[in-house]
């Protein structure tokens, strides 16, 4: 098992940065392979990024390419999300997600995430 903890999340200002991080517990964390999912007021949680068990392999969704990037520390238990030039559509509760996969898989079906964080809110205002 591992359970999640997420921080970093606020209010900013449309084209601004904010830097989300989840830390996990446990010592199996190099065994998952993370993920990143928002949620926003009436609609449905998406996948915006995931990673490989290594970090040597990444996915995004169309509408955050070129601005997020996640990223991961296996000796640190910690997966990061850095999000740049925020827009307002950017605004949900971001949840990080841990995955079960073989190596080299980014996991991109929401249902195959069986560990989630709390959510930590990000606001952006125009």
């Known amino acids: 098992q591992v359970q999640l903890v997420e921080s970093g999340g606020g209010l900013v200002q449309a084209g601004g940065s904010l830097r989300l991080s989840c830390v996990a517990s446990g010592r199996t964390f190099n065994t998952y392979a993370m993920g990143w999912f928002r949620q926003a007021p009436g609609k449905e949680r998406e996948l915006v990024t995931g990673i490989t068990r290594t970090g040597d392999n990444t996915y995004y969704a169309d509408s955050v390419k070129g601005r997020f990037t996640i990223s991961r520390d296996n000796a640190r238990n910690t997966v990061w999300l850095q999000m740049n030039s925020l827009k307002p559509e950017d605004t949900a509760v971001y949840y990080c997600?841990?995955?079960?996969?073989?190596?080299?898989?980014?996991?991109?079906?929401?249902?195959?995430?069986?560990?989630w964080g709390q959510g930590t809110p990000v606001t952006v205002s125009s």
């Open positions: 997600a841990a995955a079960g996969a073989i190596w080299g898989e980014v996991v991109i079906a929401r249902e195959r995430y069986g560990y």
